[in-house]
């Protein structure tokens, strides 16, 4: 085990936790705001951080929304809910290493049966349609432990994302891992899916016993489709580019990029 | 992490070919065409996992079935008396935003190549790339040969179309060789293993472009092939050397027309079809960069990186 990369806050007793590892930038916001959600719902203390340096580029510091951000790569742990939770960014180098590193945390130190990853896959749905759970696994056992949750099998070929990498990652040092792929309609990728945050977070809660109470949820949901529902009746396009994707029909690039333009700006406006 | 050897051939002092991808695609297409026309079998690799990220991934009804990372892999065959390994790189290290090689990773690839040289007493290395010139797409390129020490420049000096640095207008016997080519010769040097980088010419106009310069590639096989005394069949790359030289010609007449380039730009590289070799003086670093700018620009975006992963 890599020790010297690693700097550790707390000795937290495990009980074979399963692991839940989501990435900082995701579609929709997915990944970070499940994770958040989680960690407080859960209430999950951070035992351990990855140190960045050799993983990522330290010459400058990024600035996102006014505020300077700095690569945090950190664990947590709920004892009540026997989770260990990872949440941290794709590293610009020695992805091999990092990746490496989360499943010497998950294996050595806290004895994970198994490894959940957290994204969004940007579809061509609309957000009033049912979304799906697209899943990856790297093993047919946990493939099959995990049917009943209505989660659909995904097939792909093309350049690999870091949770396809890490699961691969995992497979080779034996722990069973799936990542977990819900639809995340492309015109709210740029923003927060509030609707795919749930259906993650209801798989979770089932999956792990959590009594989470997504109620919070249901009333962000309920104010972005009312903002949606406010701008398809004052805007005749938009409303007949989400009616074809309802109808399962295609946009044309200019119809999909006026489509993401028009609910970005109403999202944003309207907070 | 390291060398995979599935075999160990007993080799007698062996020569080394290695190509990777650079510029045109120069080396690799060289040493690869060898590769395949000699029938090498492949004998090891070297684990890719701390150089690469993986390319591609394969996902089928829900399972992870691969990853595929670029290979890194030695073959070896034997012609009449002469053994030969061969080293074909799909990528080259670097941990830099460069395509080329540099740094730790590059210099720990070199020596990993290097020590399956030294392991089957390599008594040569050939490395190739490309020579960005003066040269217009319709010439025939020469060969830049680089050696790493000075008693190989006698035998240099035999083969055909070839010529030192020294013999280059305006040189002056120096220059700089980047990536894995410049890298190993200068390790294999210091671990005093003989190495020669041929380069075939690539004009200067086409250096960003995307497509290979099998032209150039040929010009370093024939090389290769008489060092070694063999015949290889060269109507593939003819071929594909022909496509290119009419999707360059199309290229450029298109740009001429719709006056894509300044007609300053348009009437340097018209020049140099009519320019002998030996009437063509050294280009300036300020003529090269006006230059330059036009023809990056219009390779742009030629790269398809928007893919969606997952």
Redo the contacts between chains.
């Keep these: 085990m890599m020790k010297n990369i690693f700097k550790f806050f707390e000795q937290p007793q495990f009980e074979n936790p399963s692991v839940i590892v989501g990435w900082n930038e995701d579609a929709g916001n997915l990944s970070p705001k499940v994770i958040e959600y989680l960690n407080r719902k859960i209430k999950s203390r951070c035992f351990c951080e990855v140190e960045p340096a050799g993983f990522f580029s330290l010459g400058a510091v990024a600035i996102e929304n006014d505020v300077a951000q700095f690569p945090e790569n950190r664990f947590y742990y709920s004892e009540t809910a026997n989770l260990v939770i990872f949440k941290g960014s794709e590293p610009h ?1 020695e ?3 990092f990746l490496n590193a989360i499943i010497d945390v998950a294996e050595h130190y806290c004895k994970a049966k198994e490894l959940f990853t957290i994204n969004g ?2 579809s061509p749905v609309a957000h009033t349609s049912s979304r799906r759970i697209l ?6 056992r946990l ?1 099959e432990k995990l049917q009943g949750y209505g ?11 870091i949770s ?2 890490l ?2 990652v995992a ?1 080779e040092r034996g722990i069973p891992s799936v990542s977990l ?1 819900p639809e995340i309609p492309f015109y709210l990728a740029a923003g927060e899916d509030f609707q795919a945050i749930k259906l993650i977070l209801r798989f979770l809660d089932k999956r792990f016993e959590l009594g989470l109470d997504l109620k919070e949820l249901d009333e962000k949901i309920s104010d972005q489709n009312s903002k949606i529902a406010s701008l398809r009746e004052e805007n005749l396009d938009i409303n007949r580019y989400i009616g074809m994707l309802e109808s399962a029909l295609s946009l044309s690039e200019e119809e999909q990029m006026e489509l993401i333009k028009g609910i970005t700006e109403i999202l944003e406006e309207t907070g | 992490m390291g060398v995979k050897l599935y075999k160990e051939p007993e080799l007698k002092n062996p020569m080394m070919f290695c190509g990777w991808p650079g510029i045109g695609n120069i080396g690799i297409i060289a040493i690869d065409t060898l590769r395949g026309a000699l029938r090498a079998e492949q004998f090891g690799e070297i684990e890719p996992y701390e150089f690469f990220n993986p390319r591609k991934v394969l996902i089928e009804k829900g399972l992870l079935k691969d990853l595929d990372f670029p290979g890194s892999r030695f073959y070896f065959q034997r012609i009449r008396n002469q053994d030969l390994i061969f080293f074909i790189g799909q990528e080259q290290p670097t941990e830099g935003r460069t395509r080329y090689a540099e740094g730790q990773k590059a210099y720990q690839m070199a020596n990993l190549v290097l020590d399956v040289a030294e392991k089957f007493r390599c008594q040569r290395v050939y490395t190739s790339g490309a020579a960005i010139t003066q040269v217009h797409h319709t010439a025939r390129p020469r060969v830049w040969a680089v050696p790493n020490n000075h008693t190989l420049i006698d035998e240099i000096k035999e083969y055909e179309n070839t010529i030192l640095m020294s013999g280059i207008e305006g040189r002056g016997g120096q220059g700089t060789i980047t990536g894995l080519n410049g890298l190993l010769l200068g390790v294999a040097k210091k671990r005093g293993l003989d190495a020669i980088c041929l380069m075939g010419e690539i004009p200067y106009y086409l250096q960003a472009a995307p497509w290979p310069y099998p032209k150039a590639s040929k010009s370093v096989l024939e090389v290769l092939a008489k060092t070694l005394d063999v015949k290889i069949d060269l109507s593939q790359l003819d071929n594909l050397a022909k496509r290119v030289e009419n999707s360059v010609e199309e290229f450029l007449e298109t740009l001429y027309s719709t006056e894509g380039i300044p007609a300053e730009v348009r009437d340097e590289i018209e020049r140099l079809k009519h320019t002998r070799k030996a009437e063509l003086g050294p280009i300036t670093e300020e003529e090269q960069k006006k230059i330059m700018e036009h023809i990056d620009e219009l390779f742009k975006g030629e790269d398809w990186n928007d893919e969606k992963h997952l």
Excluded at chain 1, 135 to 140: A, D, G, I, P, S
Excluded at chain 1, 151 to 161: C, K, S, V
Aim: hydrophobic share 35%; net charge positive.
């Design positions: 180098f992805k091999y290493r896959t940007i899943t990856v696994f790297n093993q047919q493939r989660l659909e099998d995904m097939t792909w070929e093309g350049r690999p994302a396809s990498y699961l691969w497979r792929w």
